[in-house]
Antibody
Framework: QVHLQESGPGLVKPSETLSLTCIVS????????WSWIRQPPGKGLEWIGY???????NYNPSLKSRVTISVDTSKKQISLKLSSVTAADTAVYYC????????????WGQGTMVTVSS | DIQMTQSPSSLSASVGDRVTITCRAS??????LGWYQQKPGKAPKRLIY???SLQSGVPSRFSGSGSGTEFTLTISNLQPEDSATYYC?????????FGQGTKLEIK
């Protein structure tokens, strides 16, 4: 059974870069799309972007200038970098898998909380 | 971006009831819609994909319908464990967009 595990610093200072990783276990990273989605405390879900295992990406235009998603297939790892963070970037960050380009996420990680504060 | 308008924002129902949650897309999305259930402190869990296909392992009391711009999630024979927030997600175009969520309380 495929399992996703996010990890990274729980606290990031304003203007710095948020860096998270997602480890895929129990299944292949190849042939799938891997996305990042976030949820501010008490609020709804926001799509950040995705990466295909081959490396092609698509980002939410609202975050595009600050987001980089990368993949390391040898480590079965997906990474998220979000630069110039502010308090508005405080959220639970989820990684999630989807099967086809025209599909929605079917498997989610448990999420990791990131707080932006000095 | 496609806007997803979900209603109601909250509802309260009793065990055994049937409830319906609606999602409206700002433009046609064929049947490219999923429904997700999220319990406090947990990741969302997919219930429905392709507007009406039941995710494996999900109880059959959950059902979805609709196409184009209007979609519904129906939960029949409500159970205490159905207390959660429900979200729709359009997977027709990028960026993917979610509805605002519906918080379901079981009386």
């Amino acid at each position: 059974q495929v399992h996703l595990q996010e990890s990274g610093p729980g606290l990031v200072k304003p203007s710095e870069t948020l860096s998270l990783t997602c480890i895929v276990s129990g299944g292949s990273i190849s042939s799938y799309y891997w996305s990042w989605i976030r949820q501010p405390p008490g609020k709804g879900l926001e799509w950040i972007g995705y990466i295909f295992y081959s490396g092609s990406t698509n980002y939410n235009p609202s975050l595009k200038s600050r987001v980089t998603i990368s993949v390391d297939t040898s480590k079965k790892q997906i990474s998220l970098k979000l630069s110039s963070v502010t308090a508005a970037d405080t959220a639970v960050y989820y990684c999630a898998r989807f099967v086809g380009w025209n599909d929605g996420p079917d498997i989610w990680g448990q999420g990791t909380m990131v707080t932006v504060s000095s | 971006d496609i806007q997803m308008t979900q209603s109601p924002s909250s509802l309260s129902a009793s065990v055994g009831d049937r409830v319906t949650i609606t999602c409206r897309a700002s433009q046609g999305i064929r049947n490219d819609l999923g429904w997700y259930q999220q319990k406090p402190g947990k990741a969302p869990k997919r219930l429905i994909y392709g507007a009406s296909s039941l995710q494996s392992g999900v109880p059959s009391r959950f059902s979805g319908s609709g196409s184009g711009t209007e979609f519904t999630l129906t939960i029949s024979n409500l159970q205490p464990e159905d207390s959660a927030t429900y979200y729709c997600l359009q997977h027709n175009s990028y960026p993917r967009t979610f509805g605002q969520g519906t918080k379901l309380e079981i009386k």
